[in-house]
């Protein structure tokens, strides 16, 4: 690849972020850390349910894996994206939940 051809995927990227490199729809899987405790676990996978609305709903697969101690679990979840506000929509409602300690 020459230098060019980087300049441009950098400048198609806006944000700087890298999502506008994904080609939508697209599989994504999200990770968001809580407590380990039933209501955080429910919380942060009714965000998912929440945002999977409008005509083509995706089938959302979970998995929650607790850490070392047990205190806090990882919640994952795989669904596909239709497009880049579906998924900053999802990144914003798991950063404003107070229930959510941290996304990846």
């Not at 806006?14 to 729809?25: A, V």
Request: glycine share 4%; net charge negative.
């Amino acid at each position: 690849m020459n230098n060019n051809n980087k300049n441009n995927s950098k400048n198609n990227d806006k944000s700087g972020d890298g999502f506008d490199l994904l080609e939508y729809p697209c599989d994504y899987t999200f990770k968001a850390m809580c407590r380990n405790e039933q209501p955080a676990i429910l919380a942060v996978k009714t965000v998912f349910t929440e945002c999977n609305v409008g005509p083509v709903m995706s089938e959302i697969v979970f998995s929650v894996k607790s850490s070392g101690k047990g205190s806090y679990v990882s919640v994952s979840a795989m669904l596909t994206l239709q497009n880049r506000e579906m998924l900053e929509d999802i990144y914003q409602r798991l950063h404003q939940h107070d229930q959510v300690l941290m996304t990846l």
